[in-house]
């Protein structure tokens, strides 16, 4: 079962990839009832119902404070 762990700027993998064919990849652009999602591959974005995004959720790739933290490490 996929672990619900997401927030703001984390890059998910969805089940199916973007019609686009470039990328499975999306970052979370926006989170409350609904949540919107951009490509990674193309920059479209997809505005869906927060119970829905779980169910086509995938995994978490990267968490947003992940990035954050390599990026204050090389300073």
Do not use: Q
Request: glycine share 6%.
């Amino acid at each position: 079962m996929v672990e619900k762990d997401y927030d703001l700027n984390d890059i998910v993998e969805m089940k199916k990839e973007h019609p686009c064919h470039k990328s499975k990849e999306w970052k979370i652009i926006r989170m409350g009832a609904d949540i919107r999602i951009k490509c990674l591959g193309c920059g479209a974005s997809v505005l869906m119902p927060r119970s829905k995004f779980e169910k086509k959720l995938k995994r978490v790739v990267r968490k947003a404070n992940e990035t954050e933290g390599e990026d204050a490490s090389c300073r």
